[in-house]
């Protein structure tokens, strides 16, 4: 009883939490003409890009507005400057509990620096829309919705640490599931086409969410054995394997890809006639060259995210450490290069599949002609999946856990 409590008391925490969090994005700034301005930016491609992420909160301008995104990017530029920065890297592979918070630290400051620049650009771009726009606006502004981001980035260590489930990925999670109202009321059901557009879009959001299920779920598994069954390599224990997910990445690739083809369209919507925004009108416009491009962003950011999941010369020296290595493979050099083949050729596949799924909407829409995705895309179904699967492992792995505690008292 007591445990079932515990676990009643983690999700209360993570419930409570996310419709606080869901609450303050409604809770608008003063000052701005909000009506003029929902009515400007509803062609805006970057302002529903970023939607997608903070639940409509660039729409509405309200106080957790910017939401997790700045965590999100702080948290991707301290991965990288761990691979770059000896000192960072040294924290996090040798310094264990300590080395973590000192990273942690790293984190939150630049996710402050983040939340800075990301609400001085909204309190710049906002100006035609505002009623008085003055320097105390503009530091109320930043103030604001910087201190919103703080909350929302301690409200995610908070889900993570006291509740159930990742907290930045559920806060992205709630965002997406939100925005799925607006956007299946946009259909009549009284309307025999619309019946057929819900019908359609039915079947293939279940047809997505198996596939991404397969996706997010397909592991190599590599056997390993100690050094007591090198002698006998046929008496191998299948338990003991690495598991190597598919798709290392999951939905990041995808997110950074769009974004990458968004902004030149953003871009170009200004000066049309210049030489390079021609070029690039060009470009985007020819299916051809869209979709290379498009195929080539998704690789090389699914490689990209692979390097900073998985480093083989780091499994190698801990099997080496653990006195166990790969059948039939030397350890050291011989056993780095094996697992560098297997998880290239796993991410250019899964890359692939990443590919195929986001482009899924469009080969729908050229056999029927019917638009079933507006606003709710592939990049959403990906991160409802992931996280859906994550959280559902997580309170699976917890009530296992509780029920073993039982047998052994």
Known sequence: MNKLNTL???????????????????????????QEFNENIQTNSIVNFLNIFSGGGFSTIGIFSLGIIPYINSSIITQLLIKVVPE?????????????????????????????????????????????????FVIDSILTLTTG????????????EYGIGNGPSLLIFQ??????????????????????TLVLLTITIIILITVNILIQESRRKIKIISTKQLGNTNNINS???????????????????????????????????????????????????????????????????????????DISKNLQKMGASIPNMRPGI?????????????????????????????????????????????TSLLILVGVAIETAKQIQTYIISEQYENIIE
């Open 8 to 34: 009643s008391k983690k999700l209360l925490i993570t419930i409570i939490i996310l419709c606080i969090s869901r609450i303050g994005i409604f809770i608008p700034i003063p000052g701005i003409n909000h």
């Open 88 to 136: 960072l890297e040294n924290l996090q592979k040798n310094e264990g509990e300590i080395g973590r918070q000192k990273i942690t630290k790293v984190t939150r400051y630049f996710t402050c620096i983040w939340a800075l620049t990301q609400s001085t650009l909204i309190a710049l771009w906002i100006k035609p829309y505002t009623f008085n726009w003055n320097n105390y």
């Open 149 to 160: 981001s703080i909350i929302i980035m301690w409200f995610s260590e908070v889900i993570s």
């Open 175 to 196: 965002n997406i599931i939100s925005n799925i109202p607006n956007n299946l009321n946009k259909y009549r059901i009284n309307d025999k086409d619309n019946i057929k």
């Open 239 to 313: 338990q003991s394997y690495i598991p190597i997910k598919l798709n290392q990445g999951g939905v990041m690739p995808i997110v950074f890809a769009s974004a990458a083809m968004t902004l030149p369209k953003y871009l170009i919507t200004y000066n049309n006639q210049n030489a390079k925004n021609q070029i690039i009108n060009f470009i985007l416009s020819n299916g051809v060259l869209y979709l290379l491009i498009y195929l080539i962003l998704i690789v090389t950011f699914s490689y990209f995210y692979s390097s900073i999941i998985l480093n083989p010369e």
């Open 334 to 378: 011989e056993t780095k290069k094996y697992l560098e083949e297997i998880i290239n050729k796993l991410t250019f596949i899964g890359s692939i599949l990443l590919f195929i799924i986001a482009q899924f909407p469009f080969i729908v829409f050229n056999m029927t002609k019917i638009n079933i995705f507006q606003g709710l895309g592939t």
